[in-house]
């Protein structure tokens, strides 16, 4: 009867310990990445420098040595105009560029796909078209809002449409 006691005492040890260096251990696994994506037209219609800065959102610190490709497909039309991934290269001190050659003017979806420094995907909404080439920021963050004077409407919809 001692030995059973004893050895429950050291399973339930031994559960405890795992169960506490295993919570720390998936902590540092599942770590947030933070990255900002800026996409400047080049001298081709349709093509785009995107610079994207890696961030990890815990330490505050750049990623570096990070393995992904940066690919592209318009929501509006899944599949339709799916851009082949490209390799991002790093310039240094976690910022990657990767060249875009993009079918048409519009909304976006870029994805990140990360085999280093751990298998992740990041995704991102961006409006590429307008003057000079250039990708608009009418987008905050990964889900596409609309900045807010972009969003306000100047009549009230209540008086407007009764029913």
């Known amino acids: 009867m001692i030995k059973f006691l004893v050895s429950r005492r050291i399973l339930v040890f031994?559960?405890?310990v795992f169960g506490y260096l295993s919570f720390f251990y998936t902590e540092n696994?599942?770590?947030k990445t933070i990255s900002e994506v800026e996409c400047k037209g080049t001298e081709e219609k349709l093509v785009y420098n995107c610079i994207i800065t890696l961030t990890d959102q815990k330490t505050q610190k750049k990623?570096?040595?990070a393995n992904f490709t940066v690919g592209a497909d318009m929501p509006?039309?899944?599949g339709a105009?799916?851009?082949r991934p490209v390799m991002a290269n790093s310039i240094?001190?976690?910022i990657y560029s990767a060249i875009l050659k993009l079918d048409m003017y519009g909304e976006w979806v870029l994805k990140m796909d990360f085999t280093k420094p751990k298998r992740n995907r990041i995704i991102k909404k961006l409006i590429f078209g307008g003057k000079n080439n250039e990708n608009s920021h009418?987008?905050?963050g990964n889900i596409g809002i609309?900045?807010?004077k972009e969003m306000e409407c100047h009549h009230n919809h209540i008086k407007e449409h009764k029913h």
């Open 138 to 140: 009418d987008y905050i």
């Open 14 to 16: 031994l559960a405890f």
């Open 29 to 31: 696994i599942f770590a």
């Open 81 to 83: 105009h799916n851009i």
């Open 76 to 78: 509006s039309m899944p």
């Open 92 to 94: 240094g001190l976690g």
């Open 146 to 148: 609309k900045k807010k």
């Open 63 to 65: 990623i570096l040595g």
